[in-house]
């Protein structure tokens, strides 16, 4: 069960920002919880969005888990939204797991957050039943999807929902002809996400090929699925210093994913994007905007909604 290091981006997108480490002892959790914790703030208006609309099958629900929730940046959101519920963050990792506790503490919410390590699909006897269990950008990250879905499926309330979110739109940042390299790095940039994806599905444990039709799988875990939104987030030029940082970060760590990816022209241009003393890097430019959507399927068990 994968954190979802992917926030913001559409499936490959330098997926994980974390996700794609496979190396868990070289990992530096704190610096990954603080990257996933800046992005749900910059993507908060698009989270807003999504868990009002979330409201209509999941009214008041007791319980909400957030699957795959890394350092609790979108549980913290999920709290928000649903003040009376009980919320429980489940994930692998214990290193975020700790800085989630940590937070929930210092916001005053320890009474009613609860953290469970877990990993989909078969370890997962610490999660609790749920009425809405939330799975952002970590389906992906687990080797047999349909059987993590069906899981989850089994501990689900009758009524309750599941909410994936899954696919959308890689996100954009800058216009297509920068002023120097190829014109299209970006699309050059996404094509080596997707060759980064495959790869990282294919080594999954138990990894299982399926077409990635979310309502079908959701129907094949024995729910009914309900509906699918995409959610836009559009933070127009010029970017908030927290937003600036956020794609520094994503352009630094694909450049370090991809580098044998990359054309020698479009390496140099990735490296003058990233070299502070450059104007027209992405430290200083004023026309770095980030556009992204994201895609969210619901599916309930059956027993009205509710």
């Not at 877990?118 to 610490?126: E, F, M, N, S, T």
């Not at 940039?189 to 959701?218: H, S």
Request: contains cysteine; glycine residues 12%.
């Amino acid at each position: 069960m994968g954190h979802h290091h992917g926030h913001g981006q559409g499936h490959g997108q330098s997926h994980g920002h974390g996700h794609g480490h496979g190396h868990d002892g070289d990992m530096d959790w704190a610096t990954m919880g603080a990257m996933l914790e800046r992005y749900a703030r910059i993507a908060a208006p698009l989270y807003g969005e999504t868990t009002d609309w979330l409201k209509r099958w999941a009214p008041a629900p007791d319980v909400v888990v957030d699957v795959g929730s890394g350092p609790g940046a979108l549980s913290f959101l999920l709290a928000d939204a649903f003040p009376e519920a009980r919320i429980v963050a489940a994930d692998p990792e214990e290193p975020l797991l700790e800085r989630a506790r940590e937070r929930a503490e210092r916001e005053g919410l320890a009474d009613r957050f609860d953290t469970v390590r877990a990993a989909l699909p078969d370890d997962i006897d610490g999660v609790p039943a749920a009425d809405l269990f939330w799975l952002c950008k970590s389906l992906h990250h687990v080797g047999d999807q349909g059987a993590a879905l069906s899981a989850l499926a089994d501990r689900l309330a009758p009524g309750g929902a599941i909410a994936l979110l899954e696919g959308g739109l890689g996100a954009r940042y800058l216009p297509r002809d920068i002023g120097f390299g190829r014109p299209g790095l970006l699309a050059r940039l996404e094509a080596a996400d997707e060759e980064w994806f495959a790869g990282m599905r294919a080594g999954l444990d138990g990894a299982k090929d399926a077409t990635e039709d979310w309502p079908v799988l959701l129907a094949d875990a024995g729910l009914r699925h309900e509906a699918t939104r995409t959610f836009l987030l559009d933070l127009p030029a010029p970017l908030s210093d927290d937003a600036r940082a956020h794609v520094v970060t994503e352009f630094t760590r694909r450049r370090e994913m991809h580098a044998d990816r990359f054309a020698p022209d479009d390496l140099t241009a990735i490296d003058r994007l990233l070299d502070e003393t450059d104007p027209q890097s992405l430290h200083h430019r004023p026309d770095l905007f980030l556009l992204t959507a994201q895609t969210v399927h619901v599916a309930v068990k059956g027993g009205g909604q509710g």
